[in-house]
């Protein structure tokens, strides 16, 4: 189809999620940015304190940092199908075992962007594994800043509890692991509330 057709018939050609570049019809990445995730090594640790394993698809570099990029703030959500496959493909099936439980928003950011990243990605693995999806976990907005220092900001732990019993087994989800303290304050919770078993699977893993 040529770029007058396409625009003729409102139809815009497709552009790789990751680059930009133009890419296949119905592809969510361009082939260099497919090939160039495919080689990327999944990671699987003990993880941040409070969970059993930690598992992600990517290091949070390259391509795997843009398609996070695209899925958290321009919203493209066909990058959510595509990190399940994803992690589909090659998490180990010790890994996926267990209703799934999305790593909540901070309330402000939901507001600010008006959906959540990690709660469809969560919803598009559900879907794939046919494993319940269990949202019993619920963040509350941080306290009052004003004036405090940034370094005692940044070291607050997120306020996170759940809002029922919690499954014995979870299968704890996010787009990006970075810190860990996001995903240990969500262990905690979820221990608190009947888990015994917490895993997580992220997309991609800062380093
Ligand atoms: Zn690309």
Redesign the pocket.
């Known amino acids: 189809m040529d770029l007058l057709h396409a625009v003729a018939t409102g139809i815009a050609p497709p552009l ?6 133009s ?1 296949r019809a119905e592809a969510v ?2 082939t ?3 090939r160039r995730l495919a080689g990327a090594e999944p990671l699987l640790s003990k993880g941040p304190p409070g969970l059993d394993r930690a598992w992600s698809s990517a290091p949070h570099e390259g ?1 795997a940092r843009g398609l996070v990029s695209a899925l958290k703030f321009r919203r493209l959500l066909p990058v959510a199908d595509l990190m399940a496959d994803r992690i589909q493909w090659l998490a180990p099936a010790h890994v996926l075992s267990g209703p799934i439980v999305p790593v909540p928003p901070a309330p402000a950011r939901l507001r600010r962007r008006g959906f959540d990243p990690a709660g469809e990605l969560a919803a598009a693995l559900a879907e794939r594994l046919g494993t319940p999806l269990e949202s019993c976990l619920v963040r509350r907005g941080s306290r009052r800043q004003v004036g405090r220092r940034r370094a005692e900001r940044l070291g607050q732990p997120p306020r996170i509890h759940a809002s029922g019993i919690a499954p014995r087994s979870v299968l704890l989800v996010d787009d990006v692991l970075t810190t860990g303290a996001t995903m240990s304050a969500c262990a905690q919770a979820l221990r608190a509330a009947g888990a015994a078993r917490v895993v997580a699977v992220t997309f991609s893993r800062r380093l």
């Open positions: 790789c999620a990751a680059c930009g570049r890419c990445v361009c260099r940015c497919g391509v």
